[in-house]
């Protein structure tokens, strides 16, 4: 299972490298293990030796396991932390001493609007994406107290993605985003230096305002937001 998951994940990295081709681009490929700290390092290391230093990178591993908590094997939970957010603490601690002798570089952390706020059956991945938007908040505290202010950050939070993370995600108030929308919102922040970026923008009134709400106004809303996605309850698959 193992051999055939890295060979599919290998073969969509070499698909969105011929299409950066297409535009131009020269692309060099590596197929990482986002949960394996010393695979990060030596993969990091030929990066440096083929195309040299980095200085924009992308945490954008994430991996997610629709269960209510119980029924979430106890590896999954460890996987789930290994890739969402300790594979950011690794990449980051190989690729940042070189940002730090430049004062120059950009950390995009991509974490999700569960970094926020809360979803039922995915725990995990939700308390890994508060860990992603905490790791961004204390990395940007740390640089600027280093005094590192031409290394900038990002932080990615959209809602549901269709890319088959979550099989057939419907809500009421959100809209489930293409991956272009997503691509276009982050690459404008980069291009602004904008620090946290809310997929639909507007999420961003809409967190702000819960803050303000009673607990009986926010249950109200997120029965009319009527989030559902496959998951597993009670070893059963359900929409939920």
Same mark, same amino acid.
């Given at each position: 299972m193992k051999d055939r998951m890295a060979n599919r994940d290998e073969h969509g990295v070499e698909e969105t490298a011929a299409e950066c081709r297409k535009l131009g681009a020269t692309t060099h490929v590596f197929v990482v293990d986002c949960s394996n700290r010393e695979e990060i390092y030596n993969s990091v290391n030929q990066v440096k030796k083929e195309v040299g230093d980095v200085t924009i990178v992308v945490n954008n591993a994430g991996t997610i396991?629709?269960?209510?908590?119980?029924?979430? #094997?106890?590896e999954e939970i460890t996987k789930t932390f290994e890739v969402n957010i300790l594979g950011h603490f690794w990449i980051t601690k190989a690729l940042l001493p070189?940002?730090?002798?430049?004062?120059?570089?950009?950390?995009?952390t991509v974490a999700s609007i569960c970094g926020h706020g809360v979803i039922p059956y995915i725990i995990p991945y939700c308390s890994s994406k508060f860990a992603a938007v905490g790791f961004h908040r204390a990395l940007t505290?740390?640089?600027?107290?280093?005094?590192?202010?031409g290394i900038k950050t990002s932080c990615l939070c959209p809602v549901f993605v269709n890319t088959g993370f979550t099989k057939n995600p419907s809500t009421r108030l959100w809209p489930v985003l293409e991956t272009d929308e997503v691509a276009r919102s982050l690459i404008d922040g980069i291009l602004t230096n904008? #620090?946290?970026?809310?997929?639909?923008?507007?999420?961003?009134?809409?967190?702000?305002?819960?803050?303000?709400?009673?607990?009986?106004?926010?249950?109200?809303?997120?029965?009319?937001?009527?989030?559902?996605?496959?998951?597993?309850?009670?070893?059963?698959?359900?929409? #939920?």
């Open positions: 396991y629709p269960a209510d908590l119980l029924s979430t #094997k106890d070189s940002m730090l002798r430049r004062n120059y570089g950009h950390i995009v505290s740390e640089l600027q107290a280093l005094g590192k202010t904008k #620090k946290m970026i809310f997929v639909p923008s507007y999420l961003n009134i809409s967190l702000t305002l819960e803050r303000f709400l009673p607990e009986r106004a926010l249950a109200a809303i997120n029965r009319v937001q009527d989030i559902q996605f496959e998951a597993v309850v009670g070893h059963k698959t359900k929409m #939920k």
